[in-house]
């Protein structure tokens, strides 16, 4: 199966057993048929505007080959019960159930398959991002080649077209489309946070109003900073507390320290006591060091654990998937005292001393250490997460790797 995008076929010349015989104009799926499969296409000849079965195409390879003649194509004099890709989707609006605006439609992705010799195509997602806007912008004027390139190097943001339904055009054959909460809380939270950071103020208030506490916290961590303090400064306290309680520590922490401080006392005071004593811990330290960075839910057992007493805790563990990639021994006093991957956990038989797992050297950052050493112990040791500890080489926090991306990013 290939991946081929609307405005690529939109132009390509066609030809019958004869000859080129026209281009492609639109291409059409028919609702009530099937929502996805593309029906026919309108094509451009110098007799006019022809509709053909998309059943009659042979090969879509840089052109379009088809197996019956033009002059047997009816004329394209009207297009009743079609959905036109082109007319109808490009630079539509996507917007939900309540009639809030999203985002716009720049191109659609279209999935190839080959049956019985003949090819199908279905219509897989919208794309809402900078690389359909770029296609249908450069289309012509770059070579294919290097249009391609310059196009893998752009991230994808498309909507599934399974989130999408169709509803009725208006008289003037303009649609719609809608996307409910419901559907928008099943995408990954980085695209929700693509989607969000589009809006304008009152519709990301109105999204974090709809969604459950836990999507909204991982969306939200996803969010630009700026918008993050805009969005949690919109919402009711007790709101904000709710999902503020749900997103990691260490990422609430960063968030909270940004806004006013009497608007951070005001959502702390919402929050649950555990959670409000983990952020507010967080708070005290300097957001530019290590301390200020990490995460304080993170799995440690002592040193005596064995593989079935890590294998338990990870069972029990409420935290961030992100954390769980290596597990910290420490001893009665809450000194570290080793480190063991979750691979060799996973490997090693129940009985198993974590000790004789533990990962050599133990690498570790001072609380206090700068930002640019925590890269550079990340980069060096190819590390996953890095333990902080404090002048009594106590464990205090984990960073993990996802923390040092966020802080690249925000250098950029």
Known sequence: MSTLALTELLGLPVYDPAGQCGRVRELAIAPAE????IAVLIIHTKSGDRVLPFSSVTAINGNIRIDSPAVNWPTADGSEGMFLLSRDLLDQQIIDVHGRKVVRVNDVDLNQETTNTHPALRVSAVDVGARGAVRRLLKGVVPLAALRVLLSKIPERPIPWDFVDLIETDPARRVKLKISHERLAKLHPADIADIVEDLAPDEREAVFETL????????????EPKVQKAI???????????????????????LLADLPEERTSEILLEMAPEERKEVSDLL????????????TEYIFLPVGATAYDAVEALRQFEGGVESVSTMYLVDSRGTLAGAVPLAKIVLATPDTPLLSLTREPL???????????????????????????DDQNKLTGVITSDDVISLLRAKL
């Open 363 to 389: 690498i570790s950052c001072h609380a206090g250490a700068g930002e640019k050493q925590v890269a550079e112990l990340f980069d060096k040791y190819n590390l996953l997460t890095l333990p902080v500890v």
């Open 284 to 295: 005290e330290f300097e957001e530019n060091t290590a301390a200020g960075r990490m995460n």
């Open 34 to 37: 099937d929502p996805a499969r």
């Open 212 to 223: 459950d506490e836990g999507v909204a916290a991982e969306a939200l961590e996803e969010v």
């Open 232 to 254: 949690v400064e919109s919402l009711d306290s007790d709101r904000a507390a709710d999902i503020v309680e749900e997103m990691n520590p260490d990422a609430a922490a960063d």
